[in-house]
């Protein structure tokens, strides 16, 4: 079992920055692919970022591509992910999701291919 605990949401102007930061304990020995989504009012949840195990292999969805920067620390088992120039839209609580793979290079940007996911943040952008 991995337990996932996100940190780092919050209220921000569109055109600020904020960086979630999601810390992973338990069964963290094993190489995992990461992922963020995110979930408005009223909407289905959607696929944000994801990070291979060796950091190697992001992908980003169109909507954040180029405002939006995944990383992880495998140190501090801990993965990131730099928000800037917010936008309105972009409010939503955010997910950081575990999945366990057999290579470093696989990452994953389906929410059913996770396995293991935290209880969110809210980041909230006002206009």
């Known amino acids: 079992q991995v337990q996932l605990v996100e940190s780092g949401g919050g209220l921000v102007q569109a055109g600020g920055s904020l960086r979630l930061s999601c810390a992973a304990s338990?069964?963290?020995?094993?190489?995992?692919?990461m992922g963020w989504f995110r979930q408005a009012p009223r909407k289905e949840r959607e696929f944000v970022a994801a990070?291979?195990?060796?950091?190697?292999?992001?992908s980003y969805a169109d909507s954040v591509k180029s405002r939006f920067t995944i990383s992880r620390d495998n140190g501090k088992n801990t993965v990131y992910l730099q928000m800037n120039s917010l936008k309105p839209e972009d409010t939503a609580d955010y997910y950081c999701?575990?999945?366990?793979?057999?290579?470093?290079?696989?990452?994953?940007?389906?929410?059913?291919?996770?396995?293991?996911w935290g209880q969110g943040t809210q980041v909230s952008v006002s206009s």
């Open positions: 999701a575990a999945s366990p793979i057999y290579y470093s290079t696989q990452y994953y940007v389906t929410p059913t291919d996770y396995n293991y």
């Open positions: 990070i291979s195990w060796s950091g190697g292999k992001t």
């Open positions: 338990g069964r963290t020995r094993s190489t995992y692919a």
